[in-house]
């Protein structure tokens, strides 16, 4: 079993930045592939951003690619978001999660082992 707890949302201007956290219990965050995913009022939750075991591969869903970058420190058994340049349309509850499988799959997928409870972040205009 693993539990994942986010931090870092908040309330932010258009333009700005934010760093999710995403810590993990256990002893086993090294196996896992990691991702971010955000759910917008009235819509499905979606794909954000996803790192491999080793880092050495990340994927990106389009709508962040060049303002979001995803990382993890396995010794600290935690995976950040970090969220620049972020505009109105980026609102959302972002969500941590975690997969025995590939972080390729948890791009295609959106399926995942294991939920953190979200964080809120809203970008105002």
């Known amino acids: 079993q693993v539990q994942l707890v986010e931090s870092g949302g908040g309330l932010v201007q258009a333009g700005g930045s934010l760093r999710l956290a995403c810590a993990a219990s256990?002893?086993?965050?090294?196996?896992?592939?990691m991702g971010w995913f955000r759910q917008a009022p009235g819509k499905e939750r979606d794909f954000v951003a996803a790192?491999?075991?080793?880092?050495?591969?990340?994927y990106y869903a389009d709508s962040v690619k060049g303002r979001f970058t995803i990382s993890r420190d396995n010794a600290k058994n935690t995976v950040y978001l970090q969220m620049n340049s972020l505009q109105p349309e980026d609102t959302a509850v972002y969500y941590c999660?975690?997969?025995?499988?590939?972080?390729?799959?948890?791009?295609?997928?959106?399926?995942?082992?294991?939920w953190g409870q979200g964080t809120q972040v809203t970008v105002s205009s």
């Open positions: 790192i491999s075991r080793s880092r050495t591969s990340t």
């Open positions: 256990g002893r086993t965050f090294g196996l896992y592939g």
């Open positions: 999660a975690a997969d025995r499988g590939s972080a390729d799959k948890i791009s295609r997928s959106s399926i995942a082992d294991y």
